[in-house]
């Protein structure tokens, strides 16, 4: 006999997943932006990534690769995969400013955990791979 594992989708609360929505609108509202101003080459955007130690021959690459990322995570298809796309992203920007001792590197440590928990509030599937706590059902099991 094959032993079956069964996932229970949990229902949230419709103020948990409203939550997800806006913390996630916010998310895409500011990373669309930062994106923009590297994929366009202003000013502000060029320094900051030259203050770090990137060439800026790659400020508008950064910009794109920001962006593909974050059209990854705006779809609900693609979401989780844009999140890890994202944390990769975003993690490389913290690593560069780790190596300067500039304590602005917390700034895109925020940024990746509300992007997964904004996911994690609105998507039942990342739920029930991540369950926070036990379900009343499973208590009595163990």
Do not use: H, N
Not at 9 to 28: E, H, N
């Amino acid at each position: 006999m094959r032993d079956v594992t069964v996932v229970m989708l949990i229902a949230m609360p419709r103020k948990t997943i409203w939550a997800g929505r806006i913390i996630g609108a916010l998310v895409i509202l500011f990373l669309t932006f930062d994106g923009l101003i590297k994929a366009m080459r202003l000013a502000p955007a060029v320094e900051s990534t030259a203050q770090i130690g990137f060439p800026e021959r790659l400020v508008r690459s950064l910009g794109f690769v920001e962006l593909a990322c974050l059209a990854l995570y705006t779809v609900p298809r693609t979401s989780v995969l844009g999140a890890i796309l994202l944390t990769g992203y975003l993690g490389g920007a913290t690593a560069a400013k780790v190596r300067l001792e500039d304590p602005s590197f917390l700034f895109s440590v925020v940024f990746g955990v509300l992007v997964w928990g904004a996911l994690f509030l609105r998507d039942d599937r990342l739920r029930a791979l991540i369950p926070l706590k036990k379900d009343r059902l499973s208590r009595g099991q163990e």
